[in-house]
């Protein structure tokens, strides 16, 4: 990021310099350096606001977040608890019941306001990316202009669908697994609703970092490290460590797994198609450069 800041302040006192004429040498290069000066504590200061207009961003969203909370948690936060919730009505599934309790004191309430944070973190992250976008963008040439904002649509739209993905897919799969679960007909299985919420974020959240796997791809493909002939030549490694991803996120029954794996090899394989035409990219912009 400094880097960065000094190429922008680095192209705005070349902009300046070009522009003044027949100034004594000696103060002509203090003048320069004073503005270059000015120009990185003016970038930074810029980036600062940036920062505080992002996060100004998720806090709007969280106290909306916050208002509707109760609608939110009845409908979302225990929609896979109800017999009801669109997955089992889809899919046909017989649900098993389960009861939610608290068992500590401030349970209820960190599961009430932490329902609002996060959801107001995932609605205002796109107002975040906006903002730091906007203060990218000035020191950026076309053609990066153009990669960045199709990575940054490309990450949004994949991230909001591993959310869904692991909410209306995984989370009641995982939720009826462990209901289902029993050693005895003596042990009832009631959840906690601190745990529950734990749960609920963790494979929502979770799937949708993994459903970046592209956008990650992109950008190594860029830097040159991760190339489509690296990416096929390590498929095999890539189905290994889906299915263990797939272990990780779900109960351990195969049903779940492959419904977890499949699509994550199908990320895979978009990866590699993503990283070949970077490369061929890259190939074209050299063979552009030569001529």
């Known amino acids: 990021m400094i880097s960065f800041l000094k190429r922008r302040t680095s192209g705005v006192s070349n902009a300046k310099s070009q522009d003044t004429n027949g100034a004594a040498s000696g103060q002509a290069d203090l003048e320069k350096v004073d503005e270059s000066e000015m120009g990185f504590l003016d970038h930074l200061e810029e980036f600062r606001w940036t920062l505080f207009k992002g996060m100004g961003g998720i806090v709007v969203c969280t106290i909306i977040a916050g208002i509707y909370r109760r609608w939110i948690i009845e409908n979302i936060l225990l929609g896979p608890k109800k017999a009801d919730f669109i997955t089992y009505r889809i899919f046909g599934m017989e649900t098993t019941d389960f009861v939610l309790q608290n068992r500590t004191v401030t349970g209820q309430f960190f599961t009430d306001w932490g329902t609002a944070l996060v959801v107001g973190m995932i609605l205002g992250s796109p107002v975040f990316v906006y903002y730091i976008w906007k203060f990218i963008e000035p020191g950026l040439y076309p053609k990066e202009k153009q990669g960045l904002r199709f ?5 949004s739209l994949f991230f909001f669908l591993g959310i869904c993905f692991g909410f209306f897919i995984i989370t009641p799969l995982a939720l009826q697994f462990f209901a289902a679960y029993q050693i005895s007909p003596e042990i009832v299985n009631e959840f906690d609703i601190t745990k529950y919420f734990e749960m609920i974020t963790f494979w929502s959240l979770g799937v949708g970092i993994l459903f970046e796997l592209p956008v990650v791809i992109y950008f190594l493909a860029k830097l040159g490290i991760a190339t489509p002939a ?12 889906c299915l263990i991803l ?19 090899l199908l990320l895979y394989e978009l990866s590699i198609w993503v990283a070949a035409v970077v490369e061929k990219r890259k190939e074209k912009e050299l063979e552009e450069a030569l001529a």
């Not at 690296?230 to 460590?241: D, E, P, V």
């Open 151 to 155: 990575a940054a649509a490309f990450a």
């Open 246 to 264: 797939a272990a990780l996120f779900t109960p351990p029954d195969p049903i779940s797994q492959i419904l977890v794996a499949l699509p994550l």
């Open 230 to 241: 690296r990416l096929r030549k390590s498929r095999k490694y890539a189905l290994i460590t």
